[in-house]
């Protein structure tokens, strides 16, 4: 039979998975022979059944539950459900990876009308009792039965009020009876029926409660933004009851080893006397610094302090603990690795190896790679974030603080940032010609698209804040103006973007730039011994290459070359090339395009200083760069010197039902074989340049969606005949490679037959998942939300790789490449190439290395460091 209940004393920190973080922690310090108040926990596994068993607790839980509350009753020497020496218990979640205040949390249970009498008398102190009492009806009321706190509070409030008194603790034990009394009635009269008197029945109630929190709004949320599967679910905790309500020898903290901002090793914390647990944490009461214990009972700080050195030894990590303090005497309530800042998760890693508590790999996997975001990117004053106003919350597509006059074109953003206006690029959704503005943006925000849209792929490359597919905004770019909620927006109005959040303020927000510290650089230093996987960066320029190189960046791993026609004075030129009749008059346009092609290349090469460059050839559907309006349309013919029919015949020509599975990548090299030679010619003349220089390039031509060998072989045949012929013709020695993306899935499936030709494989996982799944990669985030609700997905395959599917296809380009060439070098291109869950399949699957846009690579750097520490590769 499965065992579904564990007293502490059966459990250690091994049991996380079982038991949640709280259950494993509350064991393992009553094995260090800690003041912890005795009881047990009810697992993870138990949960799972709740679910399974359509949200109940099957006959077989409830009797390991009662089994582990007798033997709790013997330890502790109270009966449950004893009216004159009541038992009461606290119960409370505890999932195995922390989330702090996403669920729910009940003291004081076990209270009756009688046991509460029963607690007056026994302690001496019915004030206590009925504050007890009062505390549990609330929370109980909250938590099991969803009747919002605010309720009780009033009647509360009434009575301080009504004895015109300031302080909870001014009440007075008739004042308190009186509260619990008008609880009652109200919990009564909204909920149907009287608070219930059984505690058995309290309990359950109780279990069932915390089970559900599981599944509540904020917890799935928390869980998706934190990568935390839902099938993990919560285990409860039940614990005898300490109180730190019983006078004013008696009280209850929260402390930390270190301080979990800056990391300082200092003694950080606060405590309330005379109080419990959720007045310190939900800030009723406003607390003492924990310094002041020390002066208040200076053996119970000493003794406070030992244990929490102790924790610390043991966990070797910063400790976030819970204490009471019950009639002079210390009681341990929890203990965890603390949350921290960015700055302080990296001073205490580099710390804690000074004072040889921890090894420098030990201390890496101490830091999360995705908290380095912050310290790469301007953040909101806290203060002022606090103060604002969240107006509507879109997907959090690139991190960052944003706040800036709204624009409703490139154009405009471009005007106004030239003037020294901050501005925020307000689009239904970004398109190419939105480049310049995007660039210039402190953010972006779009009301359609999801995380690999347009918008959100462009800003993250940059690093630009932006919120995407924000639904409830409603934009009219004519009109100059978006609404929410009835409530406009009108051009140069100051909004705020939360990249990180995806929240959306209606208000200028004050914003801090990003310091990074001596300890990041330690830390990457440390990361870059530790790692097998290189990590390049997808850069489309000098200036984000330089970014990428600075923050680390071994070579560019993706160069979008589309890109860089997108600039208002590289535009017509592309256009004239779509429009031509002719092959010569393509060769005119292309002829154009070649030096400002070439000048591009040196711009990455020298960036990079030598590391290898991938450059993709031209990969986006041609229609792209024309435009789709008949205004527009009008003006472009006429500065083409063509009719307005002839243009808008060509548009309307290169329109396509499904341009993601249309004219584009490897396709349009082989209509138009000349765009491949020209980008041939540039690629090649500008590294013969660069390396007359002294710089060593060897650049790598990489192919787009290819999913037949005998495409590639088409498009490498012309390439090698250009590149050969410069090369020969220049009378110099230049080694060069070209290599395929691997981005449809039959290229994976036969990855052998590819790797013929192809002496480089990239997964452009975008793509990949795409046409894996079969999701649009700009339109699933719509109904994605509804997967992520309705539990079908954990979360978005266009973040994280999917590697039950996609990630199988992956494994099988991988073996069947290197079948044919046996060390043949590859590595991922697709956004997945930043996200560190994504970084570490990667390394499971022997990559060669990942690239990322540039503010991610310290990201990437350390998750390969935390892969190899896992999974050293031989
Ligand atoms: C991809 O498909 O993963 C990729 C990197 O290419 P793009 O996003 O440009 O289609
Ligand atoms: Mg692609």
Not at 51 to 77: F, P, S
Not at 434 to 458: F, K, P, Q
Request: net charge negative; aromatic share 8%.
């Amino acid at each position: 039979m499965t065992k579904y209940v564990y007293l502490f004393s059966e459990a250690d920190q091994s049991m996380r998975n079982l038991l949640g973080g709280k259950g494993a922690n509350l064991g393992q310090m009553t094995k260090l022979g800690m003041p912890v108040p005795q009881g047990f926990t009810v697992s993870t596994e138990a949960c799972t059944k709740y679910y399974e068993d359509g949200k109940r607790i099957n006959d077989n839980i409830k009797a390991q539950i009662e089994d582990a509350l007798h033997a709790t009753e013997k330890i502790v020497g109270k009966t449950f459900g004893d009216n004159e020496n009541p038992f009461l218990v606290s119960v409370r979640s505890g999932a195995r990876a922390s989330m702090p205040g996403m669920m729910d949390t009940i003291l004081n249970l076990g209270l009756n009308d009688e046991a509460v009498e029963g607690l007056a008398k026994q302690t001496n102190n019915p004030r206590f009792a009925y504050d007890s009492y009062r505390r549990f009806i609330t929370m109980f009321a909250d938590v099991v039965m969803e009747i919002p706190k605010s309720n009780f509070e009033a009647i509360f409030d009434a009575k301080k009020e009504e004895k015109g008194i300031e302080e909870d603790t001014e009440l007075e034990a008739e004042d308190l009876k009186e509260i619990v009394e008008g609880f009652k009635a109200k919990f009564a009269e909204l909920n149907g029926k009287p608070f219930p008197q059984d505690p058995k029945e309290q309990l359950i109630l109780a279990v069932q409660a915390v089970f559900r929190s599981w599944d509540n709004p904020r917890a799935n949320y928390y869980r998706k933004i934190n990568n935390i599967p839902y099938e993990w679910g919560t285990a409860v905790n039940v614990q005898a009851m300490v109180f730190g309500n019983m006078g004013d020898d008696s009280g209850t903290g929260v402390a930390f080893t270190r301080n979990p901002s800056t990391g300082e090793k200092e003694f950080y914390g606060e405590y309330l006397f005379n109080a419990q647990g959720e007045d310190v944490v939900a800030g009723i009461r406003t607390p003492k610094p924990i310094s002041e214990l020390e002066k208040d009972n200076p053996s119970i700080y000493k003794q406070f302090i030992e244990i929490s050195q102790k924790l610390e030894k043991h966990y070797k990590d910063m400790q976030d603990m819970e204490f009471t303090i019950e009639k002079g005497k210390l009681y341990m309530l929890q203990t965890r690795n603390g949350k921290r800042t960015a700055q302080a998760a990296l001073k205490i890693a580099i710390d804690m190896v000074d004072e040889g508590l921890l090894t420098e790999k030990e201390a890496l996997l101490k830091v999360d790679p995705k908290q380095l975001d912050s310290l790469l990117h301007p953040q909101f004053d806290p203060e002022s974030l606090k103060a604002a106003k969240v107006i509507a919350t879109g997907l959090n597509a690139s991190p960052g603080a944003a706040t800036g006059r709204a624009v409703f074109t490139a154009e405009r953003a471009a005007e106004m940032a030239a003037q020294g206006e901050p501005v925020i690029l307000v689009r239904q959704e970004t398109s190419p010609e939105d480049i310049e503005g995007m660039a210039v943006a402190a953010g972006v925000l779009t009301s359609r698209g999801g995380m690999t849209s347009h918008a959100a792929v462009v800003a993250r490359g940059m690093g630009t804040c932006c919120v995407a597919g924000a639904g409830k905004v409603k934009v009219n770019e004519e009109a100059k103006y978006f609404e929410v909620d009835g409530v406009k927006y009108q051009e140069g109005d100051f909004i705020s973007l939360d990249g990180s959040t995806g929240k959306i303020y209606g208000e200028q927000v004050k914003t801090m730039d990003a310091t990074v510290s001596g300890d990041f650089a330690t830390l990457m230093e440390w990361a870059d011994k530790n790692r097998a996987l290189k990590v390049r960066t997808n850069a489309d320029n000098p200036r984000d290459a330089k970014v990428a190189y600075d923050f680390g960046a071994e070579g560019i791993g993706l160069c979008r070359t589309e890109h860089m026609f997108f600039e208002a004075d590289r535009i017509m030129a592309m256009r004239e090339m779509i429009v031509s009749k002719t092959e010569e008059e393509r060769a005119k346009a292309l002829a154009k395009l070649l030096p400002m092609q070439r000048e591009d290349f040196v711009g990455l090469y020298e960036a990079m200083q030598g590391y290898p460059v991938t450059i993709r050839y031209l990969d986006p559907p041609l229609h792209e760069f024309l435009p789709n309006e008949d205004e527009e349309i009008a003006e472009l013919a006429k500065e083409m010197g063509l009719s307005f029919e002839e243009l808008k015949g060509t548009v309307e020509g290169l329109e396509e039902t499904n341009p993601m599975l249309g004219h584009r990548g490897v396709r349009l090299s082989i209509t138009y074989p000349e765009i491949a030679r020209m980008q041939t010619r540039a690629v090649i003349e500008a590294a013969i340049e660069v390396n007359k220089k002294g710089m060593k390039v060897e650049p790598e031509i990489m192919i787009p969606l290819v999913g037949e060998v005998k495409e590639l072989k088409y498009i490498k045949d012309i390439v090698v005949e250009v590149a050969d012929s410069i090369i020969k013709e220049a009378g110099v020695k230049l080694n060069y490679s070209v290599g395929t993306m691997i981005e449809i899935p039959r290229a994976a499936l036969l990855a052998d037959e590819i790797a013929k030709e192809a002496e480089f494989f990239s997964f452009g996982t975008n793509d990949l998942t795409q046409m894996t799944f079969g999701f649009s990669r700009d339109d699933a985030g719509k109904f994605l939300a509804d997967y992520y609700d309705k539990k079908v997905f954990n979360n978005d395959p266009f973040q994280h790789v999917d590697e039950k599917g996609v990630g199988k296809l992956m494994k099988m380009a991988v073996e069947g490449g290197r079948e044919t060439r046996k060390d043949m070098k590859m590595g991922i291109c697709g956004e997945h190439g930043g996200d560190p869950d994504s970084v570490h399949f990667c390394h499971d699957i022997n990559l060669s290395y990942v690239s990322c846009s540039p503010f991610r690579v310290p990201i990437a750097r350390l998750a390969a460091a935390h892969a190899n520490i896992k999974n050293p590769r031989k």
